[in-house]
């Protein structure tokens, strides 16, 4: 009997002291993560996960391993190791919004919306889920889904803006081009700093062919971005469509100056002769 519980203390030993080493690995892997070695910090997180593959902690480990990898760029690897995660725990609606974040990176849309679906049948009000399967939605022409999503949203944060220029473009698409305007004369007036509003409500003003409206809002935008090569662009088309030959020359050039191709910009600054 003396041998038989030598032996169990042994054991009990044995797996203390493998328990120990393995959060000991797992805490060397989170001090590299916190330093940004990320190469070694992925290097560890494999190495717990093998000390110990049954450790109920493996599902955080498989998240905090796609996260790692995620910024190292290996986005294919990131995708399993969240999947890992996933399996151990597959109501987990951080690593699932995570994994979907890279799918939609990817241009994997129909794999990212079941994963949103699934996030927002756990929490459906769940905001960042909601938005981007509304935006799923809109690439599928399924509009009625989206405003669905982007109504949800609201009604929970009236002043959310993603949601409100979600609908203005749903609107936009679907024909309603007043109520669309209103809607983004509203957001302007809460946002009047954010430059590609003011763009967008240019290039709103462009299709109704409003070029002197179009005009003042491309400005206002230069005015607040003054780097920004698409609104000297936009400038330049507007001023051609207006017969403002010298103001559109000068709006290419300055793009031209930002770094736009000048051979991009030939037949444009002959028109402007």
Avoid: H
Wanted: hydrophobic share 45%; proline share 3%; aromatic share 8%.
């Amino acid at each position: 009997m003396k041998f038989v519980y030598i032996f169990i203390w042994l054991g009990m030993m044995a797996s203390a002291l493998c328990a120990q080493s393995y959060t000991e690995v797992v805490e060397q892997a989170m001090e590299c993560t916190q330093k940004d070695s990320l190469r070694q910090a992925e290097a560890l997180f494999r190495k717990a996960l093998k000390m110990d593959p049954k450790n109920p902690r493996n599902a955080l480990l498989f998240s905090n391993l796609g996260t790692v990898q995620k910024r190292m760029g290996k986005t294919d690897e990131a995708i399993e190791s969240y999947s890992m995660a996933l399996n151990i725990t597959p109501y987990a609606t951080a690593i699932l919004l995570n994994r979907a974040a890279l799918y939609m990176e990817q241009g994997l849309l129909d794999k990212a919306y079941l994963d949103y679906c699934n996030v927002i049948d756990l929490i459906p009000e769940e905001q960042e889920a909601r938005l981007f399967r509304a935006y799923i939605y809109m690439q599928r022409r399924q509009y009625a889904e989206a405003r669905i999503d982007y109504n949800v949203i609201l009604n929970k944060d009236l002043k959310n803006k993603p949601a409100r220029l979600g609908l203005v473009l749903l609107d936009e698409k679907e024909g309603r081009v007043t109520r669309a305007l209103d809607a983004l004369n509203l957001l302007i007036s809460d946002y009047p700093q954010d430059a590609s509003l003011l763009k967008m409500r240019a290039n709103m003003e462009v299709d109704q062919q409003q070029w002197e409206l179009a005009l003042l809002d491309v400005e206002a935008a230069i005015q607040l971005e003054n780097r920004d090569t698409e609104s000297y662009l936009m400038k330049g088309n507007i001023c051609l469509e207006l017969g403002k030959k010298a103001e559109a020359r000068t709006a290419f050039e300055q793009a031209i100056a930002l770094g736009v191709p000048r051979t991009e910009l030939q037949e444009k600054l002959k028109a402007c002769k």
